[in-house]
């Protein structure tokens, strides 16, 4: 099934500078991969997502590339703030045997310094 | 509030008992996702349900079981607890599944259960 590695585990950035973590995934089927936020005691919540037939998509400071052929995709988060620091999460979605569910990578602890 | 309910958000129990957790999805999606989350670690997958059928098994252990209702609500039953199976549990739900589902799953809150 879908492997999905997650790079670095722990990110630690000064306010303003840019962040970027980076995922590589095994399966060449895999056709959507979103990115989650968790902040402490919550549930993940989807912050952007990718669909296969796209190579970039951008939200305000944050943004994700996919590279099908090298299978690996990446979030960038510029102008980070305080309220960055989180654990994210990024996932791809499992084609084949056609359930859709996600593989999460092992997550990034952001931490953003005043 | 994501939508998807879960009860109860804190569970203490003691060795060799059995829990119930539940999770209401959000209006309309028929897709039920269960994941463990222990301490450092990632998000697990351990069961998939779609219309009240199990769609996909991830690392389960046979002590756990889950099911979905009629009314698409779905319960993830542990028995026999060992101190291993702290964690925080979430539920996720979708509308659809399989190759047609290009959207992020909506994460409950979890349960985090506490064995003693």
């Known amino acids: 099934g879908e492997n999905v590695e997650q790079h670095p585990s722990t990110l630690s950035v000064q306010e303003g500078d840019s962040a970027v973590i980076k995922c590589t995934y095994s399966?060449?089927?895999?056709?959507?991969f979103p990115w989650y936020k968790q902040e402490l005691g919550k549930g993940p919540q989807l912050i952007i997502d990718i669909r296969s037939n796209v190579g970039e998509k951008k939200d305000q400071r944050i943004a994700v590339t996919l590279n099908k052929t090298a299978k690996h995709f990446s979030l960038h988060i510029t102008e980070t703030q305080p309220e960055d620091s989180a654990v994210y999460f990024c996932?791809?979605?499992?084609?084949?045997?056609?359930?859709?569910?996600?593989?999460f990578g092992q997550g990034t602890t952001l931490q953003v310094k005043p | 509030d994501s939508g998807v309910t879960q009860t109860p958000k804190h569970l203490i129990t003691a060795t060799g008992q059995r829990v119930t957790l539940r999770c209401s999805p959000r209006?309309?999606?028929?897709?039920v996702y269960w994941y463990q989350q222990s301490l450092d670690q990632g998000l697990q997958f351990l069961i998939q349900?779609?219309?009240?059928?199990?769609?996909a098994k991830g690392n389960i252990l046979e002590r756990f079981s889950a099911q979905q209702f009629p009314d698409l609500h779905s319960e993830l039953n542990l028995s026999s607890l060992e101190l291993g199976d702290s964690a925080l549990y979430f539920c996720?739900?979708?509308?659809?599944?399989?190759?047609?589902?290009?959207?992020?799953?909506?994460f409950g809150s979890g349960t985090r259960l506490t064995v003693v």
């Open positions: 209006s309309g999606d028929l897709s």
């Open positions: 349900y779609y219309n009240g059928e199990e769609r």
């Open positions: 996720a739900s979708s509308e659809k599944t399989g190759r047609l589902r290009l959207d992020g799953y909506t």
């Open positions: 399966d060449s089927a895999s056709n959507y």
């Open positions: 996932a791809a979605s499992e084609v084949r045997g056609n359930t859709g569910k996600l593989i």
